[in-house]
């Protein structure tokens, strides 16, 4: 349970520099001389398998996540208090995002590790129980959480608040804020196709955008893994040389020595592939977190363009009833309505009749100008507060690739010297033939 | 006569014709020997001192076997040169270069250079350069073959190649081919019975290569003649033939192995290759999207292009320089194979008359006829001189073999440091604009080192 007197405001720590557990590096994605208050530590520490219930009453296994906090103020101190912890699965961190995206829809929300293994060369687990899976969603968790954590406007969240300090009640607390409905509606409005007659162009461009963004990283990630896979094929095959190298030098005088020890090398090559593209798979779950990342982008785009609609379609509606009001005031028919016809038919109606029409009319386009107002206040703030963040974004976005493009170029640095130890190695061999 | 110490000659290694002093300058120097070059003689003298073939006394049955082993070979020319005679330096150089296309009505073929450098005094001149196809370079181990049948004649590159398969003409075939076909003169140009052949100074030096179909025919006749042994059977192997055959078999086997693995290994590498390649240009099309990542991502499509480019230099060295020696070996245990059968028969018609002709003296005591100890001796040349070109082919065997591998190694190095030596400048690029942010810089930095 989280000490009693703590400020709803949150903060992490900059330990998202250091080196993780298992040795990768971790985003900084925590800038400098941001306006968080430092208050706590977070890290998702383990997974853990549990079995139970599900709500079909069917019996299923499922991974459990450790969530780890601790004051900050403590760890600047040097103490070292025991954390605070509670245990969380999948399925409830998709429901935070859930409630994040629908309450905060000028925010691009950071995204969660993928569902299922996605991209996959043949000889990696697709797996979700494959451990080493298990643990790239842990990293990807705890790399969720920190950016949540570290945002300007989603760090002073409460339900994010909750969902890291009380394990029991919070799934409650985020249903009473009803955010299922906007969910819904949400959901219905994204999906939806509607003309919009004069979205904002910057938008637009970023939508456009946003396309590029999600069609590169795939494009990227899909070569990369058949690029692996190959690597894999190329370096498998080179063990075949220390077997028959081996078989060789059995028939040889002189030349035996040098040739069985060329084929422990030949062997030791073969076998360093696995750790190599083991360590790629870092590179690939950095470009996955951004190909989903584009699609939050696309997300806030088409809000734009929902608020921009809402507003033509309120501000459209208020004209159409003012023109109305005109004509039942003057009496000029300039647009084609059926009481016209049936005016015009039937002879005009009583002055009573059309006195109440006309008060109706009237609260009408009171109402009609409130929701102008509304919808213009609404798509203002939409595009302030969303223009900042998707700045934000874009520089967050520029920086962590630039260096998810330096990581893998210094471990395709790293294969390369391992290659060329390997080589010279068996190159010794064959000279001592 | 005069003899000196039998001399093995070191393997296909010789220097270039340009690099190669006239021999009749002064300054010319004696090939010598590699530590690891055993000392061998195709010279029968020597037999029964280096390689102790069962020849009871040395000086009375060397004599007898040179005389017969003249006589054995009767297109020798009568004066041949002594093969015993002193050649301590290396005296004869020969080049395949400078393939070119020649168009007939009749045919398209490709002839080569062949230039030859030498101080003997077989050859009238003390350099030649023809052109030869390869037609006459078939003709020429035909012609080692029969007139030279207890020697390991070296391979040829293979004969026929499927049209449609294989381009004869494209550069890669020809370069192949020409390397394998210096090699195969170089070969028998150092070795010390087969470089005295007549066939070889004509192939060297004739300007047209009368082929001679008469004499074919009558090389033909003589080698029926010689094979009379065909219905004799080999009884025993005598165990060091044994072992030869032996290590010959488990040899080419391994040898097909390994030829598999390369293939294989440049099938995989070429798949990986294209795969390689649409990777680098999904980078370059996604720069197409981004402004502060352009110029990075510009650079890790031309990173990964060059890394293409190592890969695909690799493993043209690899098809061009690894498979084809390979391959050259395993038509080298061919020929060997080939030799040792002719031992065998060679050894089961002598013990075939000698049994047939002791039961006969036991019969009616009818002298051991001078046929069966021509048998003898027959033998007896046919075992000094595989053993003495087994041991030559070994140690050869060892130096292509070691020279190989090696260079197998050196390739991938060289492969990796092209790439290492990419990657490590696209790091300077991307680190560009990474001033401001000092903290990832340094400990990138650190994990770099």
């Known amino acids: 349970m989280a000490d009693d007197g703590r400020e709803e405001s949150l903060g992490t720590d900059d330990d998202s520099d250091q080196t993780g557990a298992d040795g990768s590096l971790n985003n900084t994605m925590v800038e400098e001389g941001s306006t968080l208050m430092r208050r706590m530590e977070i890290c998702v520490a383990e997974a853990e398998k549990r079995s139970g219930k599900n709500a079909v009453s069917m019996q299923e296994t499922y991974t459990v996540y450790l969530i780890e906090t601790r004051p900050m103020d403590a760890v600047a101190e040097g103490r070292n208090p025991a954390p605070d912890c509670l245990w969380r699965r999948y399925s409830e961190f998709e429901l935070l995002r859930n409630y994040l995206i629908v309450t905060y829809p000028y925010i691009v929300v950071p995204p969660l590790p993928e569902k299922r293994a996605e991209f996959v060369w043949h000889k990696l687990s697709a797996d979700n129980m494959d451990p080493d899976f298990v643990e790239r969603r842990r990293v990807g968790l705890e790399n969720f959480l920190l950016r949540v954590a570290s945002h300007p406007v989603l760090s002073n969240d409460k339900i994010l608040y909750y969902f890291l300090t009380e394990e029991h009640g919070w799934k409650e607390a985020v249903y009473e804020t009803g955010f299922q409905a906007k969910a819904d509606s949400r959901l219905r409005a994204l999906s939806a196709t509607f003309r919009v007659r004069n979205p904002d162009k910057c938008f637009m461009e970023m939508k456009h955008y946003s396309d590029e963004l999600q069609s590169h990283t795939s494009q990227l990630l899909r070569a990369r893994a058949r690029v692996a896979d190959r690597l894999y094929g190329v370096y498998k095959v080179h063990g075949n040389y220390g077997r028959v190298f081996s078989e060789w030098s059995a028939i040889e005088k002189e030349m035996g020595d040098g040739l069985q020890s060329a084929g422990h090398h030949m062997d030791a090559y073969a076998a360093s592939i696995d750790d190599i593209l083991e360590e790629e798979e870092h590179y690939a779950d950095q470009l996955k977190e951004y190909l989903f990342y584009a699609e939050a982008l696309r997300a806030v785009c088409r809000k734009h363009e929902l608020t921009q609609f809402e507003l033509e379609m309120a501000s459209q509606d208020l004209i159409s009833k003012k023109q109305q009001r005109e004509e039942l005031a003057t009496g000029i028919v300039r647009t084609f309505s059926l009481k016209g016809m049936t005016n015009k038919l039937f002879g005009q109606e009583a002055p009573e009749q059309r006195e109440a029409r006309l008060k109706l009319l009237e609260d009408l386009i009171a109402e009609g100008e409130e929701t102008v107002k509304e919808k213009t206040i609404e798509r203002a703030e939409h595009v302030e507060k969303a223009w900042v963040d998707i700045q934000r974004f874009k520089e967050q976005k520029d920086k962590d690739l630039r260096e998810a493009l330096i990581n893998y170029a210094v471990m395709q640095i790293s294969m390369c010297k391992k290659g060329i130890q390997v080589w010279s190695n068996a190159k010794e061999c064959f000279l001592k033939m | ?449």
């Not at chain 2, 006749?221 to 025993?236: D, F, H, I, M, T």
């Not at chain 2, 050894?347 to 075939?352: S, V």
Request: with cysteine.
């Open chain 2, 1 to 449: 006569m005069s003899i000196s110490a039998p001399r093995g000659l070191a393997s296909s290694g010789q220097k270039p014709i340009t690099e190669i002093l006239h021999p009749l300058s002064a300054a010319e120097e004696p090939l010598s020997p590699g530590p690891d070059v055993t000392v061998s003689g195709g010279r029968d003298k020597e037999v029964g001192l280096t390689n102790g073939t069962p020849v009871e006394t040395p000086s009375p049955a060397s004599a007898s076997v040179l005389f017969n082993r003249l006589h054995l070979d009767d297109d020798l020319d009568p004066d041949t040169r002594d093969p015993y005679a002193d050649t301590e330096t290396h005296d004869l150089f020969v080049t395949v270069d400078d393939p070119k296309k020649h168009v007939s009505t009749m045919e398209t073929y490709i002839t080569y250079r062949v230039s030859t450098k030498t101080s003997r005094i077989e050859f009238d001149l003390p350099e030649y350069s023809v052109r030869r196809r390869y037609q006459d370079f078939d003709w020429l181990r035909t012609k080692l073959e029969d007139s030279q049948p207890t020697h390991l004649i070296p391979p040829l590159p293979e004969k026929f190649v499927m049209k449609g398969v294989v381009d004869r003409f494209s550069e890669e075939f020809v370069e192949t081919r020409m390397k394998a076909l210096d090699k195969f003169l170089k070969r028998i140009a150092d070795h010390p019975v087969l470089s005295f052949n007549p066939h070889l100074n004509a192939f060297l030096s004739a300007k047209d290569l009368n082929k001679r179909q008469g004499l074919a025919l009558l090389t033909k006749v003589g080698e029926s003649v010689k094979s009379v042994a065909g219905g004799y059977k080999l009884r025993v192997r005598p165990p060091e033939f044994c072992a030869l055959g032996e290590y010959l078999d488990t040899f080419n086997q391994k040898l097909g192995t390994i030829d598999r693995i390369a293939q294989r290994i440049l099938k995989e590498q070429s798949e990986y290759l294209t795969e390689l390649r649409e990777y680098g240009t999904v980078y370059a099309s996604w720069a197409g999207s981004e402004e502060e990542l352009q110029r990075p991502l510009e650079g890790m499509a031309g990173c990964v292009t060059t890394c293409c480019g190592a890969l695909e230099d690799m493993s043209e060295n690899m098809s061009q320089d690894f498979l084809p020696v390979l391959r050259e070996y395993i038509l080298y245990i061919e020929s060997m194979k080939n030799v040792l059968r002719k031992r065998d028969q060679s050894q089961a018609e002598y013990e075939g008359r000698l049994e047939a002709a002791v039961l006969r003296k036991q019969e009616d005591r009818t002298p051991i006829p001078a046929e069966v100890e021509k048998c003898q001796d027959k033998m007896e040349c046919f075992n000094a001189d595989l053993k003495a070109d087994w041991e030559r082919w070994q140690s050869n065997k060892r130096q292509d073999f070691k020279q190989l591998l090696t260079g197998m190694a050196d390739k991938n190095v060289t492969y990796y440091e092209k790439c290492q030596a990419a990657w490590e400048s696209l790091i300077t690029v991307l680190q560009d604009k990474q001033t401001e942010d000092k903290t990832s810089c340094k400990s990138l930095w650190e994990i770099q080192q």
